[in-house]
């Protein structure tokens, strides 16, 4: 018997609308469950980030640890390159292959060669190149400092070791000193070269006799070692600073029990005044600060930039008249300073008539390096025996916004073969958390990149530069020391002796 259409159609549309329903729970459900997934996801990365910030928050910290675990056998550490860039999310292996990639294509320059006087390939026309290399660390090396007569070089390093190097003949290791059982973080030399100071995570400042190679005194710190340096007057008397906001001076001649002043955060770096009374500090809440070591008092301070980023390095020039004004009595302060900091930014201040007292103004912003998150360290070079004068147009904003991939034309500096006056143009060199060392040229109206220096396989720590010859030094992750001298225009030849 035939069913009749009318008959069948409510069926059809109730088992329509039961499927209908059937099907929209479901996906209400579906929805729901990646919602509630999407929310998951959402707290584990804010999680993620919140512990890669507390990571990132001060290398000292980290270097410390790391130092630790390498004493302990804990750890292996292979040298290679190694790129922190907290703003592109790429892996280890990807910029590393980047980075080779990127000084493969670079090798072959195209600017027109100098004439050079040193034993290296001059072909690729750049101002400065590397001259030799030193090698004998067994782990990433993190300060260098030429001593003050500028016959010798002092590396202090990961392995726990300080290492001084003839750098004047031989440019090979002469001592390797040790009793520090953490990792080295500075270094600082007597006005006479013949006694070193270092300063290690192990809590410790130890000086060394220089001719012996033995070590002289161990001074207990309250907290890792930062920063260490000699008095400029006093041979007998040096400060250091810790992670437990201390800035300290010890006198050697006593039982060496430090004089102590409470900052209210760490101290990363210092810088004693060549009148024997102040001290300058640049500390983790990114302020500079100037100290009376007779009252213990700040006598003035100031923010190097609005993010409070940490200081990591001050850098004073040196003169190559210091040892004749200490015999007369005169202690003419160097006009710039160079300021390091966690903002990828290098200041340079005019430190006014009467430093250390008077104010700091600003007058150069140099970019281009990496400094975020790395304890990286710069150094002047004011000698006469140099003069890298900038013939392009001057900046209006005095900004160097420094391309990577840069090279500057070496014919924009002039090698000038009379005698210029001393500070009109300096050389400023700083390291990065690249495996570069980056060289400017920086004068009163304007600053310029002038070199990006290539040769190291892991991030630079430290630069410092010969006292009186334009004979930088760079210290790496890469377990070496790189030695760098000036490229001479065609015709003008100049012997560093």
């Not at 210091?322 to 006009?335: G, L, N």
Request: glycine share 8%; aromatic share 8%.
């Amino acid at each position: 018997m035939d069913v009749l259409p009318s008959q069948r159609q409510p069926t059809s549309s109730s088992s329509l609308k039961t499927s209908s329903l059937g099907g929209g729970n479901n996906r209400d459900q579906q929805v729901e469950k990646l919602l509630k997934e999407v929310k998951q996801l959402k707290q584990k990365v804010d999680v993620l980030d919140k512990e890669n910030i507390a990571l990132k928050k001060s290398i000292y910290d980290l270097s410390a640890r790391y130092a630790a675990s390498i004493s302990q056998g804990g750890l292996s550490y292979r040298p290679g390159p190694f790129v922190i860039d907290n703003e592109v999310p790429t892996t280890t292996s990807g910029k590393a292959q980047e980075m080779i990639s990127k000084a493969v294509q670079e090798a072959g320059g195209d600017i027109e060669p100098f004439q050079s006087v040193y034993p290296h390939d001059a072909r690729d026309g750049k101002p400065f190149q590397m001259r030799y290399e030193l090698k004998g660390h067994t782990g990433a090396v993190y300060t260098v400092e030429f001593s003050l007569n500028g016959a010798l070089l002092a590396s202090g390093s990961f392995d726990k070791t300080v290492r001084i190097w003839d750098t004047a003949s031989a440019q090979k290791e002469t001592l390797c000193l040790k009793a520090h059982t953490l990792n080295i973080s500075d270094l600082s030399w007597t006005a006479d070269s013949s006694m070193l100071l270092s300063g290690a995570y192990d809590e410790t400042c130890k000086t060394w006799d220089v001719d012996t190679g033995k070590l002289s005194g161990s001074y207990d710190t309250e907290g890792l070692v930062q920063c260490v340096g000699w008095d400029f007057v006093d041979p007998s008397i040096f400060y250091y600073g810790t992670s437990r906001k201390v800035l300290a001076m010890v006198d050697i001649r006593t039982d060496g029990s430090a004089s102590v002043i409470r900052n209210d955060s760490m101290i990363n770096t210092l810088y004693s005044s060549r009148d024997g009374i102040h001290v300058i500090t640049g500390d983790a809440h990114g302020m500079l600060k100037v100290w009376d070591i007779r009252s213990k008092q700040c006598i003035s301070s100031k923010l190097n930039d609005p993010g409070k980023m940490p200081i990591t390095h001050i850098s004073i020039g040196r003169r190559s008249t210091d040892a004749s004004r200490r015999a007369v009595d005169d202690y003419d302060e160097p006009r710039y300073m160079a300021v390091n900091s966690y903002d990828n930014l290098l200041r340079v201040y005019d430190r006014g008539m009467d430093p250390p007292k008077s104010d700091n103004r600003l007058v150069h912003t140099l970019k281009g390096f990496k400094n975020k998150n790395w304890p990286i360290k710069s150094s002047f070079y004011c000698g006469s025996g140099y003069n890298s004068s900038i013939l392009s147009r001057p900046s209006g904003t005095n900004d160097v916004y420094g391309d990577p991939d840069m090279t500057t034309n070496p014919g924009d500096y002039l090698f000038d073969s009379q005698e210029p006056k001393e500070e009109k143009s300096v050389l400023l060199a700083t390291g990065s958390a690249d495996p570069y060392a980056y060289l400017y040229n920086v004068g009163e109206d304007s600053a310029e990149l002038m070199q990006r220096l290539e040769g190291h396989t892991d991030r630079v720590y430290a630069v410092n530069f010969h006292p009186t010859e334009p004979i930088l030094a760079s210290c790496s992750a890469d377990f070496t020391v790189k030695v760098w001298g000036p490229s001479l225009n065609r015709g003008k030849k100049k012997t560093i002796n």
